[in-house]
Nanobody, 124 residues
Framework: QVQLQESGGGLVQAGDSLRLSCAAS????????MGWFRQAAGQDREFVAA????????RYADSVKGRFTISRDTTRDTVYLQMNDLKPEDTAVYYC?????????????????WGRGTQVTVSS
């Protein structure tokens, strides 16, 4: 069973930056796309960003384009989400996920492994 562990969340002010990390317990996901999703209180989970298995292809939600950057270190089986210029509306629990496909995708149904999430809170 693959386990994903997120870290790096916290409480910051608007305009600040955070970097989330997601470590996989096994190398099984080295050939799979990885993604980040988030869920704010009382709202549905939404796609944030995804990176393909080689790290070259990425996809972003319109709401985070230009502010967030997803990347992966295949040697460490770790995926990162660099979040800059954070806004109060970015407040949510952020989840790391491993996809069934090698291609970066925003379709949550194509993700089979999920972490437990890390809280990001942005104050105004």
């Amino acid at each position: 069973q693959v386990q994903l562990q997120e870290s790096g969340g916290g409480l910051v002010q608007a305009g600040d930056s955070l970097r989330l990390s997601c470590a996989a317990s096994r190398r099984t996901l080295s050939n799979n796309a990885m993604g980040w999703f988030r869920q704010a209180a009382g709202q549905d989970r939404e796609f944030v960003a995804a990176v393909g298995w080689k790290g070259g292809s990425t996809r972003y939600a319109d709401s985070v384009k230009g502010r967030f950057t997803i990347s992966r270190d295949t040697t460490r089986d770790t995926v990162y989400l660099q979040m800059n210029d954070l806004k109060p509306e970015d407040t949510a629990v952020y989840y790391c996920a491993g996809a069934r496909t090698p291609v970066a995708t925003d379709a949550s149904a194509l993700y089979q492994y999920w972490g437990r999430g890390t809280q990001v809170t942005v104050s105004s």
